[in-house]
């Protein structure tokens, strides 16, 4: 997708401080971090988002949570906890269309607000 910019961090043409890769998925710093934490995490496909998510294409979002933990025990919050975020399409607010996860810990986040 040559109009995508995650595509594009993906690729290399748009810098980003890389937390994780590996050969399914790749895994920087948010640029406005909402928390002390805050990774995007995305497939190396592009998939515009959980809607198009099928059989053949759920691999990726089974290795993203292979690598959650991964990331929270190298970064030192998985004993505090973290939460996992997905948005999706406009009621979601999903402003970047290449299905991402946002990993945000560091802090507590309230539930249901917050
Ligand atoms: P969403 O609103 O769920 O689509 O999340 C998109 C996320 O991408 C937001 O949290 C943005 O801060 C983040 N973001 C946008 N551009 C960049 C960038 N160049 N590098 C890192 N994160 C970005
Ligand atoms: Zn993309």
């Known amino acids: 997708m040559e109009d995508c910019l995650f595509c594009k961090i993906i690729k290399g043409e748009i810098p980003s401080t890389k937390v994780y890769e590996d050969d399914m998925v790749y895994a920087f710093n948010d640029?406005?971090?909402?928390?002390?934490?805050?990774?995007?995490i995305v497939p190396k496909i592009h998939i515009?988002?959980?809607?198009?998510l099928t059989e053949e294409n759920s691999k990726y979002v089974a290795r993203i949570f292979e690598?959650?933990?991964?990331?929270?025990?190298?970064?030192?919050?998985?004993?505090?906890?973290?939460r996992v975020i997905n948005n999706c399409g406009e009621d979601g607010g999903q402003t970047v269309k290449h299905?991402?996860?946002?990993?945000?810990?560091?802090r507590q986040f309230l539930w249901p607000a917050g």
């Open 31 to 40: 640029i406005e971090p909402q928390a002390p934490y805050h990774i995007v």
């Open 67 to 82: 690598v959650v933990p991964k990331i929270a025990k190298e970064l030192g919050f998985a004993e505090n906890g973290y």
């Open 48 to 52: 515009s988002s959980a809607n198009e």
């Open 99 to 106: 299905l991402h996860f946002h990993l945000t810990g560091g």
